[in-house]
């Protein structure tokens, strides 16, 4: 029986990732939940899971969980217990389903713990990725890809990596796939956050929209799989169903399909390195549009143009990148700045900000910081 803390429960991989353990009660038991103040969506997931501890970094939402929580269930609050649970002697595997940079500090605790990390929150390798990584090998700490290209990527990589020539990956575009540049600057949030094929928080939504999801996701790979993103590429397809391609010298291509359903990844990471039931229909090519591919248009996806640009400056480039995002993000949602004005604000953002080496956790978050009143400060001066 392996103990899952699920960090992020309430959220789109959270509630996933308790639909797979559910399938499979002799081999994995929800040890932790956690969400940031959504209490009373946490007490149904504990009023479900019955698991030791319920995390709520909001203290106001925490007690007012601890006065419904079922019998049996702890609740702890505040972003420390969040770490805490993330390197618990009992947590076995920890699902890394936080949402942006808050995410971070409780994948570092489980990566130095030596913990298995089934990682959906990606900007915890934007921001420190080579931090992380070192973590992970120090402590014998597996990091699991969850993202479903990385997923894909990392399931077509067990066939080795000799003579690997580049990876390439998939991206649907988004809702505005077909709308021309000059449309964009008018589309509202609740345009951005409709993703035609996949179901996801807001802000990863919105990322697939502007396609800094996959600039960030290119990043996430070149920690992950260490390569130069010289070596990783992006193509459209729109049908979602190919999730990514692994590329040979010998000419071979392997790539992984499948449903865009996120409980495929997640099953894997869970059961590495063998397959369960993950509860996705099994795909029927013949069902199936014909599928397509091209090259993204990268003056309309500026935001993917600019993770490339950070990864090439290399350093803090990309937590700037990442924090800079995640601000202007916020102010979209709250139709505080135009769709448009994302990706200058990052743009900005990136240009005045100086590169440097970041070689410790406590630098990694201070240009997180940093970045985010810049970005804050462009954002105010737009008004
Ligand atoms: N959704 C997908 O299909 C998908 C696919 C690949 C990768 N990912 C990645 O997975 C991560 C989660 O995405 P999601 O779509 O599941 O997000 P989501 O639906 O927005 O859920 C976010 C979760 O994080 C919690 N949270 C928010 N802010 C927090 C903070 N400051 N401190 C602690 N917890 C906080 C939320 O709690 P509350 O409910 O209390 O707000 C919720 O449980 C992201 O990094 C995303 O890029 C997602």
Known sequence: MKNIAILGATGSIGLNTLDVIARHPDEYSAFAVSAHSNWKSLNELCKKHMPKYAILVDEEAANNLRKLAPKGVEVLSGENALDDIASHVQTDFVM????????????????????????????????????????????????????????????????????????????????????????LSKVTPEEACNHPNWKMGQKISVDSATMMNKGLEVIEASFLFNLPATHIEVIVHPQSIVHSCVYYDDGSVLSQMGLPDMRSAISYALSFPGRQLSGVEVLDLTKQPPLEFFPPDMKKYKCLELAYQAIKQGGNAPGTLNAANEVAVDAFLKNKISFLDISKIIEKTLNETPTQNLDTLPSVVENDQLSRQLALSLISKND
């Open 96 to 183: 890394a389903a936080i949402v942006g940079g808050a995410g971070m500090s409780s994948t570092f605790s489980a990566a130095m713990a030596g913990k298995r990390i089934m990682l959906a929150n990606k900007e915890s390798l934007v921001l420190g990725g080579a931090l992380l990584m070192n973590a992970a090998n120090k402590s014998g700490a597996e990091i699991i890809p969850v993202d479903s290209e990385h997923s894909a990527i990392f399931q077509c990589l067990q066939a080795g990596k000799e003579g690997l020539n580049k990876i390439q990956l998939t991206a649907s575009g988004g809702p505005f796939l077909n709308m021309p540049f000059v449309s």
